[in-house]
């Protein structure tokens, strides 16, 4: 099993910057970061594997960045540039099979989510 806490989100206006961060109790093979609003299927955002290789969803391309400290256990996405469109629940997740991927079915583990919200 792998427990995960997410912080770090919160109310800013359309431009500004946050940084998430998800702890986690044990390293994985892939870690990544989701987020859903009110009828929207779940979306993956980020991706990062224990290589360091990354993969982003194209509207957070150049915008977002996923990172990871194995020695804090701590997962980051730090977001610029924010959109009023980026206002969502955000998911940190974690899975151990091999395999970079953005698709949210395929994780295992998942933590209760923090509420980042845009204003224009």
């Known amino acids: 099993q792998v427990q995960l806490v997410e912080s770090g989100g919160g109310s800013v206006q359309a431009g500004g910057s946050l940084t998430l961060s998800c702890s986690y109790t044990?390293?994985?093979?892939?870690m990544g970061w989701f987020r859903q609003s009110p009828g929207k299927e779940r979306e993956g955002v980020a991706a990062?594997?224990?290589?360091?290789?990354?993969l982003y969803l194209d509207s957070v391309e150049g915008r977002f960045t996923v990172s990871k400290d194995d020695a804090k256990n701590t997962l980051y996405l730090q977001m610029n540039n924010l959109k009023p469109e980026d206002t969502a629940m955000y998911y940190c997740?974690?899975?151990?099979?091999?395999?970079?991927?953005?698709?949210?079915?395929?994780?295992?583990?998942w933590g209760q989510g923090t509420q980042v919200t845009v204003s224009s």
């Open positions: 997740a974690a899975k151990d099979s091999f395999g970079l991927t953005r698709a949210f079915q395929l994780y295992h583990y």
């Open positions: 044990r390293s994985t093979h892939c």
């Open positions: 990062i594997d224990a290589f360091g290789s990354d």
